[in-house]
């Protein structure tokens, strides 16, 4: 630390006004789907039609938010969960790095469908968010407040 310490009043929290409040209000309707190679679009697809409560999907995507770029099934699956409702967030299955949806073709293709950059989020931390936040606020403020 040293000798000498700065305060940054700026960086601080500001003191409560009132008593703490917790909101335990969650949206458990969501489900996470991790890329492998071969995997399924019609099932995809199939579930997302299926479903009449699922609120979102998060996709564990290849590297910066890569998949299939000779499929287009689930693209079809990202538009048909869109016109549903269904918030749909793209995370890397890497350990370290983040989802830059405008990295490669495929990529702003997902962009372009409606999908949200998760960044560099672990799956815990994106459904637990996505989560909250739909519990509390609509489809749209999840959307931006999630990027």
């Known amino acids: 630390v040293g000798v000498n310490i700065t305060r940054r009043k700026d960086l601080a929290l500001r ?11 969650m949206n458990p309707n969501i489900i996470v789907i991790k890329l492998v190679p071969g995997f399924d679009d019609v099932t995809i697809c199939d579930m997302i039609k299926q479903s009449s409560n699922l609120r979102a999907i998060v996709l564990e995507m290849y590297g910066t938010g890569n998949a299939p770029s000779k499929r287009t099934g689930l693209l079809e699956a990202i538009q048909l969960a ?39 989020m672990t799956t815990e931390a994106c459904v637990t968010k996505i989560s909250y936040l739909l519990a509390r606020t609509t489809l749209q403020e999840a959307e931006e407040l999630l990027q």
Request: hydrophobic share 45%.
């Open 15 to 25: 003191v409560p006004r009132g008593p703490f409040r917790l909101h335990k209000e």
């Open 82 to 120: 869109k016109g549903k409702g269904i918030l749909v967030a793209a995370l890397t299955q890497c350990l370290t790095g983040a989802v830059i949806l405008g990295k490669y073709a495929v990529g702003d293709a997902l962009s372009s469908a409606g999908v949200i950059s998760a960044g560099d």
